[in-house]
C-alpha cells in the first residue's frame, strides 16, 4: 500500500464531505450505556509526540470545542484488533493466556521499529495523526499475527470490520453538527504535513478495551517488549 496516496485519498473525500455536510457524528460517545468490549494489541506515542498532538488539538478546540478530543492516556495506535468491540464480551469467554501465547509466539524474532508521526488525515467522522512505519516490521509482524490467531481455535475477528494496513491515531472523532466548518477545516490544512514527531516502538499493549480506548475502561493484560 502507497500511504501516502492512501491518507491524501482520505483526506481530500473527508473533507469534502464535511464541507458538504455528509460527515457521521458518533450517537454513542456519551452514552453511559454502550458496552462494546474488545481485545487489541496496540503501542501509544511518547510524551514529546503527545505534547504535539495536544497542541494541535487545542486549536481545533478553539474553533469547535464540542467535538470529542482523546486525552494523552487513550492516544494509541492499533498494532491489530484481535476481538473487535462487541457488545457484552467479557473476559470470562475467554483464556488470557492462549491469547498472551499466540502474540508472544508471533514476536519471536521480531525486531523494534520506527514511526514518523508527520501530518492528519480524515474520515467522515474522525481526525488522525498520519504514521508512516520506517520499514516492513510493523506489516511483518501484522501478518504473522493474522496467521497464527487464524490458525488457532481461539475467538477471534481479525480484519472482519476491515483489514489495518496503516499506523494511523485517531485523535478526534464527530460528536455534534459543526457551527465553524470552515475554521475547522482551516486548521486542518494548517497541520496537513506537521511534524509531530518519531517513534521507536519497543513495547506492545495487549488490552481489553472498550470502543475509545478509554483509559478507565481498559485493563493491560500484558505489556510486551519487542
Not at 19 to 24: I, M, P, R, S
Not at 46 to 72: M, V
Amino acid at each position: 500500500m502507497n500511504l501516502i496516496e492512501h491518507y491524501n485519498k482520505l483526506y481530500y473525500t473527508s473533507t469534502n464531505d464535511i464541507k458538504k455536510d455528509k460527515y457521521v457524528i458518533d450517537p454513542l460517545i456519551d452514552s453511559n450505556a454502550d458496552n462494546r468490549f474488545g481485545l487489541t494489541l496496540l503501542f501509544r506515542p511518547d510524551e514529546t509526540i503527545n505534547n504535539h498532538i495536544q497542541a494541535f488539538l487545542s486549536d481545533l478546540r478553539k474553533i469547535e470545542p464540542n467535538q470529542y478530543y482523546y486525552p494523552n492516556s487513550d492516544i494509541h495506535v492499533t498494532v491489530l484488533s484481535i476481538i473487535s468491540c462487541y457488545s457484552e464480551f467479557n473476559l470470562d469467554q475467554i483464556s488470557i493466556d492462549d491469547y498472551r501465547y499466540v502474540i508472544e509466539e508471533s514476536l519471536m524474532g521480531c525486531k523494534s521499529f520506527d514511526i514518523d508521526f508527520r501530518g492528519i488525515t480524515a474520515s467522515s467522522s474522525c481526525i488522525m495523526i498520519q504514521g508512516f512505519p520506517s520499514d516492513h516490521s510493523l506489516k511483518k509482524l501484522r501478518d504473522r499475527l493474522r496467521y497464527n490467531f487464524k490458525n488457532s481455535q481461539l475467538q477471534q475477528s481479525i480484519d472482519t470490520r476491515y483489514s489495518i494496513n496503516t499506523s494511523h491515531s485517531t485523535v478526534a472523532r464527530f460528536r455534534t453538527p459543526f457551527t465553524r466548518k470552515e475554521d475547522y477545516l482551516a486548521v486542518l490544512e494548517e497541520y496537513r504535513n506537521y511534524f509531530f514527531g518519531t517513534l521507536k516502538v519497543k513495547t506492545l499493549e495487549f488490552v481489553y478495551n472498550d470502543w475509545y480506548l478509554r483509559k478507565g475502561s481498559v485493563i493491560i493484560l500484558d505489556a510486551m517488549l519487542i
